[in-house]
C-alpha cells in the first residue's frame, strides 16, 4: 500500500496493477497524506498506524462510490437520451397515425358519397327502365289492337 501524493492506493487484486483514484478522491488522499506527514514528523509514525490503514480504506470505498456514481450518471444521460428519442419517435408515430385515421376517414366519407350517388342513378336508370318497359307495352298493345 502506497499513499504517496494520493496518486496510488492499494493494489487491486482482481486487476494487473495499482488503481487509479479518482481525481476528486486523490486530491482528499493528498491532503490526507501531508496532515499524517505533519502528525509523524511532530509526534511517531506509531501515531498513525493504525489510523493509515482505515483512512485508506474509507478512500477505497469513497473512490468506488465515487466511480459508481458517475457510471449511474452517464447510465442516467443515456437512459435520458433514450427517453427523449423514444418520445420523439412515439410523438411522430402518434401523428402519422391521426393522419392516417384522417385520411381513411375521408376515405370513407367518399366511398359513402359514391355509393349514394350510385345508388340515386341506380334508382333513376330503374324508373326510367320502368318508363320505357310501360311504353313498349303500350307500344305493343297498340300495335296489336290496330291490327
Do not use: W
Not at 492499494?10 to 497524506?33: C, F, H, N, T
Not at 509514525?45 to 457510471?71: F, G, I, K, R, Y
Amino acid at each position: 500500500m502506497e499513499l504517496a501524493d494520493g496518486v496510488v492506493y492499494q493494489e487491486d487484486p482482481g486487476g494487473p496493477g495499482p488503481a487509479m483514484m479518482s481525481e476528486r478522491v486523490s486530491g482528499l488522499a493528498g491532503s490526507i497524506y501531508r496532515e499524517f506527514e505533519r502528525l509523524i514528523g511532530r509526534y511517531d509514525e506509531e501515531v498513525v498506524a493504525e489510523l493509515m490503514p482505515l483512512v485508506v480504506a474509507v478512500l477505497e470505498n469513497l473512490d468506488s462510490v465515487c466511480a459508481h456514481s458517475q457510471e449511474t450518471s452517464v447510465e442516467l444521460e443515456l437512459l435520458r437520451d433514450d427517453n427523449e428519442q423514444l418520445l420523439t419517435q412515439y410523438e411522430r408515430e402518434k401523428a402519422l397515425r391521426k393522419q392516417a385515421e384522417e385520411k381513411f376517414i375521408e376515405f370513407e366519407d367518399s366511398q359513402e358519397q359514391e355509393k349514394k350517388d350510385l345508388q340515386t342513378r341506380v334508382e333513376a336508370l330503374e324508373s326510367q327502365t320502368r318508363q320505357l318497359e310501360l311504353k313498349a307495352k303500350n307500344y305493343a298493345d297498340q300495335s296489336l289492337s290496330g291490327v
